[in-house]
């Protein structure tokens, strides 16, 4: 199919009489790594959450793979392709690593409760299958030694990278990660970069990225779109972003300021 898989038409959002999202309209297109960056109330997080279902927007609309996906709730959504991880960690208490990215399969799980009582060698067939493939997601990401131990013994970076795990083994075809690198040290942000590049390139995932870490978002994102109070105030490659005097005045300030005159 043609077309961006990810399209927001004219998307506006409020909370009590305050504009939130303000007439955003972005295609996210096959195969990208899209960076979403902004300061801190920007509105990025805002959405992603409409884009998952969670808040309706007041207007406009959203398309994946040219369908509108508005009103629909977040399980169907999720069904139709769509995966993500939340800003604050979300591992589930009391479950092994394995058990945790098992959740990720609930959705494609044909045998429903009642399914289960009346048929219960499909429902093991079932988990079987989930097992297996959480092992295998855990495997992508290097992990697979970690299955039997609790979710959230493992440090946070490592944390992060299991919930992008999680929303793998669901099969999706966009992604969307907030904050993800939150967590990781220096030295792990290039091995960070090189996972996104293969749940795109091995996976076909495409990818939408919140991130703070410039350096992460700059390397690693085909385009960014930069958010301001709501609004799209940049759309471009990360070079073209990063000479954007907009941006520079509006989000990244006097570091990059400084880092633009001295190259
Ligand atoms: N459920 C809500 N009810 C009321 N206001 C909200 C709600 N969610 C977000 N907001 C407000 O909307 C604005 C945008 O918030 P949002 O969380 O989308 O920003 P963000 O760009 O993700 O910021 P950060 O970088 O700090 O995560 C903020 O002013 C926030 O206070
Ligand atoms: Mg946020």
Request: charged fraction near 25%; proline fraction near 4%; charge should be neutral.
């Amino acid at each position: 199919m043609s077309g961006p898989l990810l399209a927001l038409r004219d998307v506006t959002v409020g909370f009590g009489g305050v504009t939130v999202l303000d007439g955003i309209t972005l295609d996210v297109g096959r195969g990208e790594i899209r960076g979403l960056i902004g300061p801190n109330g920007a509105g990025k997080t805002t959405l992603l959450n409409v884009v998952c279902g969670i808040h309706p927007p007041h207007r406009g609309d959203v398309l994946l793979d040219g369908k509108s996906i508005v009103g629909r709730k977040p399980s169907a959504i999720a069904a139709q392709g769509l995966g993500r991880t939340f800003q604050t960690s979300q591992l589930f208490r009391g479950m092994t690593v394995l058990e945790n990215l098992m959740t990720g399969l609930h959705r494609r799980t044909r045998t429903g409760l009642l399914g289960a009582a009346f048929n219960l060698g499909s429902y093991r067939a079932e988990e079987e299958q989930a097992e297996a493939e959480a092992r295998k997601a855990l495997e992508f990401i290097g992990m697979a030694e970690f299955a039997d131990r609790p979710g959230t013994a493992l440090s946070f970076g490592q944390q992060r990278v299991i919930e992008i795990a999680r929303t793998l083994i669901g099969d999706p075809k966009v992604v969307l990660l907030d904050e993800p690198a939150v967590g990781l040290s220096l030295n792990r942000l290039a091995e960070f970069d090189r996972l996104l590049r293969r749940i795109r390139d091995e996976k076909g995932v495409t990818l939408i990225l919140i991130e703070h870490v410039i350096r992460l978002v700059m390397d690693v994102c085909d385009r960014v779109t930069v958010l301001s109070t709501g609004r799209v105030i940049a759309d471009g490659t990360p070079d073209a972003v990063r000479n954007d005097p907009d941006v520079i005045e509006a989000y990244l300030g006097k570091e990059l300021r400084a880092r633009h005159t001295a190259s």
